[in-house]
T-cell receptor
Framework: GAVVSQHPSWVICKSGTSVKIECRSLDFQATTMFWYRQFPKQSLMLMAT?????????EQGVEKDKFLINHASLTLSTLTVTSAHPEDSSFYIC??????????FGPGTRLTVT | GENVEQHPSTLSVQEGDSAVIKCTYSDSASNYFPWYKQELGKRPQLIIDIRSNVGEKKDQRIAVTLNKTAKHFSLHITETQPEDSAVYFCAASIQSGGGADGLTFGKGTHLIIQP
């Protein structure tokens, strides 16, 4: 149980384009989903918290107009990186929780912006 | 906001020996402390967690201890095996009845098990 999937697993895009990443909870209803970013050999940094049906809460320093988050259902959240630039290249990982503290992570999406 | 410090950054132990990783946190309101194991290029996997109303928790070879007064918690792995080699992250968050907060992670410990 508690399986979280992400799609795509990796993506390469050109500078200035937008990329959408999907995060799904496969066997439970995720009341809250989180988006993290992880640079190579570094820790995970929380970007935003997303509750189903409401606006996401962004961490300080994360541009909400650049990283658009939608949590339209209890099993799906999406992160859209708009007008991507090379410095946005990173490993993006989502996690989901079903109303208890344990967070289960997706496999991550490696974004490379050329 | 919360700040989590983790030590050491790298830990090398002989197979069969014990490994201890230590973390401190800054926000006394934090009440949930999970530990994750991450292998290269893969997702973090929850290996054990502890809430602030408990001082110690054990699951087979893995144990976590929490000292709320000192704002300090530790991961203990006994009888280490080669498959324990990975990066381990501690984290902290505030959990309330109204919902879950995001995790603040430590910088990670690269655990190397020497055969």
């Amino acid at each position: 149980g508690a399986v979280v999937s992400q799609h795509p697993s990796w993506v390469i895009c050109k500078s200035g384009t937008s990329v959408k990443i999907e995060c799904r909870s496969l066997d439970f209803q995720a009341t809250t989903m989180f988006w993290y970013r992880q640079f190579p050999k570094q820790s995970l940094m929380l970007m935003a918290t997303s509750n189903e049906g409401s606006k996401a809460t962004y961490e300080q320093g994360v541009e909400k107009d650049k990283f658009l988050i939608n949590h339209a259902s209890l099993t799906l959240s999406t992160l859209t990186v708009t007008s991507a630039h090379p410095e946005d290249s990173s490993f993006y990982i989502c996690s989901a929780t079903g109303g208890h503290p344990k967070q289960y992570f997706g496999p991550g999406t490696r974004l490379t912006v050329t | 906001g919360e700040n989590v410090e983790q030590h050491p950054s790298t830990l090398s132990v002989q197979e069969g020996d014990s490994a201890v990783i230590k973390c401190t946190y800054s926000d006394s309101a934090s009440n949930y402390f999970p530990w994750y194991k991450q292998e290269l290029g893969k997702r973090p996997q929850l290996i054990i967690d502890i809430r602030s109303n408990v001082g110690e928790k054990k699951d087979q070879r893995i144990a976590v201890t929490l000292n709320k007064t000192a704002k300090h918690f530790s991961l203990h792995i006994t009888e280490t095996q080669p498959e324990d080699s990975a990066v381990y992250f501690c984290a902290a968050s505030i959990q309330s009845g109204g919902g879950a907060d995001g995790l603040t992670f430590g910088k990670g410990t690269h655990l190397i098990i020497q055969p």
